[in-house]
């Protein structure tokens, strides 16, 4: 029996002794919240009772249901208890492990409908989904190599590397990478078996070593998907690079982690080191000619690090600053050798794709966009958290059937999609199809997977306003038309929240932000203007209500609000006691009064206020 069968047996008559399987979320967001303590406890519990030899307990990666955690699913029922403390673990061992009756307050209830739904396979947040790249999220600890390896892990690259006629085999890799219609899923969308082809032939046509490198520097406000995968399933990631090197003949690679991401690096460490000790890494790779081994890279922070030509420079020890894109990375990457370089759901993507073949990868999602895609569904949604759903799938179907639509009855506003440079798509657009060419045609991009929903309560300048001086920040400035044109339409978004704005700015806004597009040299800056351009095409109203009429519909720019005290006031002082600038004047149990020479509109008035007695309005 060849030796990852041998685990894959092993392991799995192992679980099959157990009565049942506790699966523990350790994402980082259930980090945060205990989940390690809770994993631990239920190992204690279960220990303390003598059950820990029918019950195990495993810490998984991210589970999705961010906004549910901690999280413990209990397999193979599937039963999903959410929102669970460390107090709570004594109940779930003995009224359900033991007594067999489900913790109902510990239960999931559907937020519409108000019904209680036991198991995962009932909730909207994961019915909709289809899982490729998260396919054993929340079935293995990503921390035990031989769990990937009981899940079929590794056997797509053991199948590969027993090919007799080598050369044709990677040939026929790439081949079936092209077929598979696989597109980078960083952001940029270039079909990945092409960009493998294009920097194999550099290789050979230089002479040169070729590297293989996954990018995990993750940036985007709102977006986890990356570090996400990574925390879950770090051997997906490992066995798509493995097999992307084996196909373009590379024998070393790098994974360029985002600095900020503590939980992911110790995974991914730890898989490194796992893989090696296996014989998965290293020489001699499951005792075939094939040795490839991968050393990791911290990014220092700078978000345009994720671009690919500054990845590259920063890789080699130079400013992390990119470069002309006639010179591409497949010829010319780090220390200019050729490189490909994929992002970490690509090459999660890669081992499935030889699993169940292209031919399949390719049915699933749209003619121009294949498979599945990963997003992080954040901001004003009910269901915050990790998704995967089948390319071409609606917005509204991922906004209200998963993500259960807009909390507190505000209404949909707009959702932000493709990261600070992505753009803003309105209510009116919420029957489109998610997929490469549906989200760039509305003025918007798929990016990396970001995708942040706003309500009615969010003002579409201020948002504009607030990407552009994100990517203002974080411009390496190295070409004018970014720098210069961040920078200015930064300085007239400033202005126009502080009520300054005047004629001729929009006109401005949209000339400038059409050259930073059309002229910058990276795509930072060559999708830097989407923030303005798609918020002036859906919501070019809010503008000019901001420039005209000096007013915030939504009620967000300070500098254009007017707070006031009613006669609904008691006298309670609490405002008054509150004001950071004194503001607020008055006697107990008389109507208090607000010098607007001193407000400096911070809401704390209003916040405190248990009687409704503050308004808020926009100045006009």
């Excluded at 239960?107 to 790249?133: H, R, W």
């Excluded at 070593?209 to 051997?235: K, Q």
């Excluded at 081992?351 to 699933?364: T, V």
Aim: charged content about 25%; proline content about 3%; hydrophobic content about 35%.
């Amino acid at each position: 029996m060849d030796k990852l069968d041998a685990i894959a047996a092993r392991v799995n008559k192992d679980f099959k002794r157990y009565q049942a399987m506790l699966m523990v979320c350790t994402g980082t967001g259930c980090v945060s919240a205990k989940g390690f303590s809770i994993r631990d406890s239920l190992k204690a519990e279960l220990k303390a009772r003598k059950l820990d030899d029918r019950f195990l307990v495993v810490g998984t990666g991210c589970n999705g249901f961010c906004a549910a955690g901690p999280i413990i699913v209990v397999q193979p029922e599937g039963v999903f208890y959410h929102k669970v403390k460390e107090a709570d673990v004594a109940a779930i061992v003995s009224e359900h492990l033991v007594g067999g009756k489900v913790v109902e307050r510990l239960l999931y209830k559907d937020p519409s409908t108000g019904q209680v739904q036991p198991k995962m396979a009932d909730m909207g947040f994961f019915n909709k989904q289809q899982l490729v790249a998260l396919r054993n999220k929340g079935l293995i600890d990503p921390e035990n190599v031989e769990h990937y390896i009981a899940r079929g892990g590794y056997q797509s690259l053991r199948r590969l590397l027993a090919e007799k006629d080598q050369a044709a085999a990677q040939e026929k890799v790439i081949n079936d990478v092209i077929a598979s219609g696989l597109r980078g899923r960083g952001g940029g969308g270039f079909p990945t078996g092409v960009k493998w082809e294009a920097g194999k032939k550099a290789a050979i046509k230089r002479g040169e070593p070729i590297y293989v490198v996954c990018n995990a520097d993750e940036g985007d406000p709102g977006a986890f998907m990356d570090r996400s995968i990574i925390e879950t399933d770090p051997h997906s990631v490992l066995e798509g690079m493995l097999i992307g090197a084996w196909a373009v003949g590379s024998r070393g690679g790098f994974v360029y982690i985002r600095k900020e991401y503590p939980l992911a690096l110790v995974r991914l460490n730890k898989a490194l080191a796992d893989a090696r000790t296996h014989g998965l890494l290293g020489q001699r790779i499951l005792g075939s000619d094939f040795s490839f081994d991968v050393k990791i890279h911290r990014g220092a922070g700078a978000f345009v690090c994720g671009e690919s030509s500054a990845l590259m420079a920063s890789m080699s020890g130079q400013a992390g600053e990119p470069r002309a894109k006639y010179v591409h990375n497949v010829e010319y990457g780090y220390r200019d050798k050729p490189t490909i370089l994929n992002n970490v759901e690509t090459w999660a993507n890669i081992p499935i794709i030889f699993e169940k073949g292209a031919d399949w990868f390719s049915s699933l999602g749209t003619k121009g966009s294949s498979g599945t895609k990963v997003f992080s569904l954040v901001g004003s949604i009910k269901n915050t958290g990790l998704v995967e759903v089948p390319m071409g799938i609606t917005l509204r179907e991922i906004i209200e059937d998963i993500g259960g639509g807009v909390p507190d009855g505000r209404k949909f506003k707009a959702v932000q999609t493709g990261g600070p440079s992505g753009g803003c798509i309105p209510a009116s657009c919420l029957e489109m199809k998610v997929d490469f060419d549906s989200l760039t045609e509305a003025g918007s991009m798929m990016g990396s997977g970001g995708m942040i929903v706003m309500d009615d309560r969010t003002c579409m300048v201020d948002v504009a306003r607030y990407f552009v001086d994100f990517l203002t920040d974080e411009s390496c400035g190295k070409c004018t038309p970014c720098r210069e044109g961040l920078h200015a339409m930064n300085e007239t978004l400033q202005r126009i929240c502080a009520g300054q704005g005047k004629a001729g700015d929009i006109e401005f806004l949209e000339e400038v932000a059409q050259t930073v597009n059309a002229a910058s040299l990276c795509q930072l800056g060559g999708t830097a203007g989407n923030p303005v351009l798609s918020t002036l095409r859906y919501f070019r109203r809010e503008y000019e209500e901001h420039i005209r009429q000096k007013k915030c519909p939504a009620l967000v720019c300070k500098a254009l609000l007017r707070y006031d005290i009613t006669d609904k006031c008691t006298g309670c002082t609490l405002c008054a006691k509150n004001c950071p600038t004194k503001a607020i004047t008055g006697e107990r149990k008389k109507a208090h009064s607000l010098d607007q020479a001193k407000c400096v509109q911070c809401g704390v008035c209003k916040d405190v206020c248990n009687f409704d007695a503050v308004s808020l309005r926009s100045e006009s």
